[in-house]
């Protein structure tokens, strides 16, 4: 299912950032630093397993539910 990761990002960022756009830029910074750039994923993004993963390491880090 393409997009799942783009899914993934919008979530945690929503779920952290809670409207907040200094928390959104520092959660998108610390994906970054994980590895994962936010602007390179859309809908159309195809799935990766290992992004997935560690997607979701990066949720249960910030205790988030995905």
Do not use: C, W
């Not at 990761?5 to 994906?31: F, N, P, V, W, Y």
């Not at 997935?52 to 949720?59: M, P, S």
């Amino acid at each position: 299912m393409p997009g799942k990761i783009k899914d993934m990002i919008d979530t945690i960022i929503e779920q952290r950032a809670q409207g907040s756009h200094i928390i959104a830029s520092t959660i998108k910074i610390k994906l970054i630093l994980k590895g994962i750039n936010p602007d390179k994923y859309t809908a159309e993004s195809p799935d990766n397993i290992k992004v997935i993963n560690k997607l979701n390491k990066l949720a249960e880090e910030l205790r988030l539910k995905l």
